[in-house]
């Protein structure tokens, strides 16, 4: 049985910062990702391709169209991406409306602290992703603190810090 390649797409967000020291603000830094896959120890075929390197609350709609067009114009049909929490719904939002993705798995992840964090959710939130993307059907999904989401039903409550249902 030959095994779909899984199209992971980094934008940046919380999941790519570091801190430096102190004085200075987060930054979002070359994508962790591929290190986290390594070090979990993926099987599964899968190709990386970082894409942004913003914090999701400076997305313009022109990164959210390069985001779609390159999940479009993929050849997999299985699509994780890395993405800053506070607009991920506006992104999946977005998705679900562009032609050549709607035959497409596409499960949205990211992180409330940075994957370079001890204390990090983001190697959780990343597996969750992967297996996600494995198991459900088309459309675009999302999987943040142990749970998976419709993309297009769901919300992120600041306050409590997660993403519930609505």
Not at 18 to 27: I, P
Not at 46 to 57: H, T, Y
Not at 71 to 85: C, D, L, Y
Not at 125 to 146: D, K, R, Y
Request: charged share 20%; aromatic share 6%.
């Amino acid at each position: 049985m030959t095994q779909a390649p899984i199209l992971v797409v980094t934008t940046g967000g919380t999941i790519d910062k570091q801190y430096f020291d102190a004085l200075s603000e987060y930054q979002i830094v070359e994508s962790v990702i591929g290190k986290l896959l390594a070090t979990a120890r993926v099987a599964h075929p899968f190709r990386i391709v970082e894409l942004l390197r913003k914090d999701s609350l400076d997305f313009t709609d022109e990164d959210r169209a390069l985001i779609a067009a390159t999940i479009a114009g993929a050849p997999e049909s299985h699509v994780v991406i890395t993405h800053g929490t506070d607009t991920m719904t506006e992104t999946a939002a977005v998705l679900a409306t562009v032609p050549g993705i709607e035959g497409k798995s596409v499960v949205m992840c990211g992180a409330m602290q940075p994957a370079r964090f001890a204390e990090t959710d983001a190697p959780f939130n990343l597996g969750m992703a992967f297996g996600c993307v494995q198991a459900a059907g088309p459309g675009i999904w999302i999987t943040m603190s142990g749970t998976v989401f419709d993309a297009l039903k769901v919300r992120k409550d600041r306050d409590a810090g997660k993403f519930v249902a609505r």
